[in-house]
Each structure stands twice: as C-alpha cells, then as structure tokens.
C-alpha cells in the first residue's frame, strides 16, 4: 500500500512540474510574441547627418520599410538637434505613409488600432565631442574597475582614474579634476551596510575638488553605488 501511495505521488509531482513548465513556456511565447509583433523606429543623431529608419513585420517577418535623412542641426544656425531629426522622421511618415509622432514632436508609443505610433524606438547619439569622464572608486580591482566599464558603455571619454586605494591625499583629487575639468564625474564603491565611511571621505575630496572650481566650471557628478 505504501509503495503504491508513493507511485502516485511521483506522478502527482511529474503532473505538477509538467503544468509549471507549460506555464514557463506559455509565458516565454507571450513575452517573445510581443516583443516581434512590434514596430520599431530607429533614430541616429550625428553630427553630419540625422537619419531615421522604420521596420515592422509584414507577412510575419521583419521588414524594412522606409528611411529618411537629413542634414544635422545641431549646430549653426539653429543649434537643435531635434530640428534635423524632424526633417528625417517627415521623410519616414510620407514614405510609409503613415503617422509616427503625436502633436508635441515625440513618437507615439505603443501604436495604435489605426496603425499610428511604434512599439519600439532605438536611437543612437554620435554628435559632438564625447563626455570628458573621471571615473572613481575604491578599489582599482572592483569598483573602479565596474564604474570604468560603465563609462565605456556610453559616448565618454575617460580622461582620469582615481581610487582610494591609488590617490595619495585631496591634493591629487584636486589637481586631476583642475587638470582635466571633466564634464562629469563618475563614482562607485561601497556596499549595503559596508564601507560607509570610505564612500563618505572619497565624496568630501570630490566635493573639495569642485569646490574650487568656478560654478559654471562644475561637472555633474554621478554616484553609481
């Protein structure tokens, strides 16, 4: 009795875990069916030129549909980018013939029934010179380490690196950041309930450092964690 009590047992949990996995797959197919039956507008913004591209499916595969250019705005006469990428997205509406963004200038996002609007947008920025970056941390080996590939992730430049266990006193946070007037300053290091005091006296040497600089000199100061 008690060996056949443990067979159905078995097969109860082979049922159970057979619906989890259904409800695991179900779900996957719900998130990868949204993500491609969904229009996407790409926009490039670059310092010669401002392009733009719309794909949606057609017959269930991705297709390209229209694409639209224009001369950059960004710098004289008009000094605004978004002028430029205006001109290319008109381009990619008459083409396509159809409406992608609301009143105010931005895309529509989701579409619509009436088929107005994308799913998705993706942009990428090239224009202009990048973000001069000082990258700080704690530790060379792990934090700093971290903060540096994460400036490597957007258009910056990193013209400094400073760690606690590298930096020789506030003297050398102030001659580095007076050295190369970053326009912004990326800093990660300590842990939940961790090294608070270290986080503490590497932001006082930061601030000491801006503190000396003219006001409009000042970059922005990001703290990753």
Do not use: W
Request: hydrophobic letters at 40%; aromatic letters at 6%.
């Amino acid at each position: 009795m008690t060996e056949t009590k443990a067979f159905y047992d078995e097969f109860d949990e082979i049922d159970d875990l057979e619906g989890d996995l259904e409800a695991d797959s179900t779900q996957e197919t719900e998130v990868q069916s949204k993500f491609r039956s969904g229009s996407l507008l790409t926009l490039d913004i670059g310092s010669v030129h401002s392009r733009a591209a719309l794909f949606d499916l057609v017959e269930g595969r991705a297709r390209f549909l229209a694409a639209g250019r224009s001369r950059s705005t960004a710098g004289a006469p008009l000094f605004d980018a978004s002028e430029g990428m205006r001109f290319a997205l008109d381009q990619v509406e008459e083409i396509a013939g159809r409406v992608l963004l609301a009143e105010d200038g931005q895309p529509m996002i989701p579409s619509n029934e009436q088929g107005y609007g994308v799913d998705f947008v993706a942009s990428t920025l090239s224009i202009g010179p990048p973000l001069k970056t000082v990258v700080v941390g704690l530790l060379d080996q792990v934090s700093l380490a971290s903060v540096t590939n994460l400036a490597k992730t957007s258009y910056t430049e990193i013209v400094a690196s400073i760690s606690l266990n590298t930096a020789k006193g506030a003297e050398e946070y102030i001659d580095t950041i007076q050295r190369t007037r970053p326009d912004m300053i990326l800093i990660a290091g300590g842990t939940d309930k961790g090294a608070s005091n270290s986080v503490l006296r590497l932001v006082n040497m930061i601030g000491m450092a801006l503190y000396l600089l003219p006001e409009e000199s000042r970059p922005d100061v990001l703290f990753a964690g």
